[in-house]
């Protein structure tokens, strides 16, 4: 296999991704290859694969989510939605977003990192290590409503470590 940039940025996607989502949880390893079990990487290399409305990030959402579960769970690691759901932005956010894209379609709907210091920052009474699908997506909505209509990663800037 040829080492280029595109092999640099998934690995270190993946690993920054996987330690996001670890604490607590489960091993580098086993993250990363649950990262793997799902076609992330190819819509990440594949511009054509961007999903271009909300609805359809959403779904391809549910999607890589339910498939890292599943891997997961195939490795004997109970994970929740929320968990699946923070090792997903942070890949993209590492591979979209801080790789000059943020200003794209994609860029612009794929979903914030979530975790204690976001959700304390905006009043969200809500543990993201435990989070439910549904739970999960109505966090989001709250977060858009708060957020307007900037691009999502915007939110980031109530990331505010106490």
Not at 10 to 27: I, K, Y
Not at 72 to 96: E, P, T
Not at 99 to 121: A, M, Q, T, Y
Request: overall charge positive; charged content about 30%.
């Amino acid at each position: 296999m040829e080492y280029n940039i595109r092999e640099h940025r998934h690995r270190f996607a993946s690993w920054a991704a996987a330690r996001a989502a670890q604490r607590g949880f489960t091993n580098t390893k086993n993250i990363i290859e649950a990262i793997n079990s799902t076609d992330i990487r190819k819509t990440v290399e594949t511009k054509s694969l961007w999903p271009k409305r909300k609805s359809d990030f959403e779904r391809l959402h549910r999607q890589w989510c339910t498939q890292i579960i599943s891997t997961l769970r195939k490795l004997g690691v109970k994970s929740s939605y929320g968990r699946a759901a923070k090792i997903v932005a942070i890949y993209f956010k590492i591979a979209i977003i801080l790789s000059d894209n943020e200003r794209s379609v994609f860029g612009k709907i794929i979903h914030p990192p979530v975790d204690r210091i976001l959700l304390s920052s905006l009043n969200i009474k809500q543990n993201w290590t435990t989070l439910s699908e549904e739970k999960y997506f109505l966090v989001m909505k709250k977060l858009k409503e708060i957020n307007g209509n900037k691009a999502f990663w915007e939110i980031e800037c109530n990331w505010k470590p106490e």
